[in-house]
């Protein structure tokens, strides 16, 4: 099972949100490499620490999810906890930074007319059929 997890910094600390994710057998076992992925990182969390303990969240399903076992600072950047603490949703005005969501080449925006165009222009089309490009 994937557990994705916020580690929120403090105000004070003036340092970035972070988060991770990892597939685990049990919630048990995705604590116990949460925290050994966090002393690596030198993060500290709790009272009078930088960071916040660990908030547990709903694994989001998005194209640019941070890679397994990475601590990602710019994922808060682009995505907010909702109301409910935990469901992820892009921050507003903001684009998912992946290759999905680009600059959308090669998309035409001229309206389906249903004219036919041209007839077997493409490599498709099998002996004798007729393929038809519509506008």
Request: charge should be negative; charged fraction near 30%; proline fraction near 4%.
């Amino acid at each position: 099972m994937e557990y994705f997890y916020l580690i929120k910094a403090t105000q004070k600390s003036g340092k970035a949100d972070a988060v991770i994710w990892r597939t685990n057998k049990s919630e048990a076992r995705a604590l116990l490499q949460l925290d050994v992925d966090l002393e690596d990182a030198g993060i500290e969390t709790g009272r009078g620490k930088d960071y916040q303990k660990p908030i547990r969240t709903d694994f989001p399903v998005f194209n640019d999810l941070p890679a397994e076992g990475v601590l990602d600072y710019s994922w808060c950047e682009r995505y907010q906890l909702g109301d409910d603490g935990r469901t992820w949703t892009l921050k507003p005005g903001l684009a998912p930074a992946d290759v999905h969501h680009g600059d959308n080449a090669g998309v035409s925006s001229e309206a389906v007319t249903g004219e036919l165009v041209d007839a077997n222009t493409t490599g498709d089309a099998a002996q004798g059929e007729t393929v038809g490009k519509f506008r």
